[in-house]
């Protein structure tokens, strides 16, 4: 299971000088410029290109015989199949009511997942004004006061509020990095790496885009 978290800066300044604007001088140019991690591989000035590129699948791409094959029902009963190779592709694909129908297609659109929702939130993120998680390290946070919902658990804790640590006191961390996280739940292990920071909310604060896994 992929999904794709965008964390909202949670820190609020209240302030009276807030409820009013000063036209007399032009607004500042934001301070934080939206940008992507390394490990993510596409600049914010390539995102429009790389929803042309093909999705790359590593060896499955290299054997020749794997690909993502979406199906459709048509209204005379015919079962329509397309394989779609690029994000823009996919996404034309999964609007027109095309679905991965076999755990096998499922799989491997998990691929397409993981490469098109970042870029769909890069697509309209903007540069920020202020930043509350410019140097987040995920090195360096509690594990263990994350939100509990956010791991593949089964069972959910009556709490809304319950953290990691509700869910599963046993669970570890295994080698975390700047931007990679990773955490093992009994058998699950769920990751977590830094894809970009921007203002993906329109609120002028800098967020941070995350990318989730769970096996």
Excluded: Q
């Amino acid at each position: 299971m992929i999904r794709t978290i965008t964390l909202l800066a949670c820190a609020t300044i209240l302030c009276a000088g807030c409820a009013s604007k000063d036209d007399s001088h032009p607004a500042a140019e934001p301070r934080f410029p939206v940008r992507t991690t390394e490990s993510f591989g596409v600049d914010v000035t390539e995102i429009e290109g790389t929803l042309d590129e093909s999705v790359y699948m590593g060896a499955l791409n290299e054997r020749g015989n794997h690909r993502l094959v979406l199906r459709k029902r048509m209204d005379d009963g015919e079962e329509v199949t397309i394989e779609p190779a690029t994000p823009r592709e996919y996404l034309k694909l999964r609007a027109e009511g095309y679905c991965a129908m076999s755990t096998f297609d499922i799989t491997m659109e998990s691929f397409f997942i993981r490469r098109t929702r970042p870029l769909i939130h890069l697509s309209y993120a903007k540069p920020s004004e202020k930043s509350y998680v410019s140097d987040l390290r995920l090195d360096e946070i509690d594990a263990g006061t994350l939100p509990g919902v956010w791991f593949h658990l089964g069972e959910y804790p009556e709490s809304p509020f319950a953290t990691l640590t509700d869910y599963d006191p046993e669970f570890r961390v295994e080698d975390p990095l700047a931007e990679s996280l990773t955490i093992w739940c009994g058998t699950v292990v769920n990751t977590f790496d830094v894809v970009a920071w921007g203002d993906f909310d329109g609120d002028g604060i800098e967020d941070v885009l995350l990318s989730y896994g769970s096996s």
